[in-house]
């Protein structure tokens, strides 16, 4: 099984691109990287994922490196409210079809006014 | 679309009583599962369903069961709490979506129960 490396902490400037690493150097070929948030106290948000290109949605964009042992999660203008913890995670296959995430300890963001 | 919710909210309990948590979807996913946070550490999965009367142990199942009598529906249950069991318990569900040609699942989690056993 994968297993991510992320720093454990990092703050940015309101208004800010926050650019949040995460390793995952023994990733094998066909699994994703999965990016999640988790603001104190709720249950944690899917924010995007990818395989080997980079993916942008409404929330973020995920830089993955050509050789796919690290990745990049960017909020382009972070906001107060984007102060959480972010978990960069690499499935892992179940029975049938079902993918279980492992959440490691994540990087707390903290987004200053 | 309420998404996933959880019952209770919150909830007490003392060593050796017994207790089970509700998970509810309203998105038609076929995939459940609980998972448990301690303070200061990552989620860590339960039990999980892959469908509608069919479970399985995740990283941590001792102590709790589970069952997927409805598709909907996800109980948790605690037949016999002890201190160790304190925590935060959440419950998700997904869909199996295509993406670039291969299954990538999105998981949707609950608000959370915070359980303290005594």
Redesign the interface.
Known sequence: DAKTTQPPSMDCAEGRAANLPCNHSTISGNEYVYWYRQIHSQGPQYIIHGLKNNETNEMASLIITEDRKSSTLILPHATLRDTAVYYCIVRIPLSGSARQLTFGSGTQLTVLP | NAG?TQTPKFRVLKTGQSMTLLCAQDMNHE?MYW?R?DPG?????IH?S??EGTT?K??VPDGYNVSRLKKQNFLLGLESAAPSQTS?Y?C?S?I?RL??G???????????TRLTVL
């Open positions: 996933v995939y998972y946070q550490m990552g989620l860590r999965l999980y892959v469908g399985a995740g990283e935060v959440f998700a997904t199996p993406a670039g291969s299954h990538a699942n999105e998981q949707f989690f609950g608000p959370g």
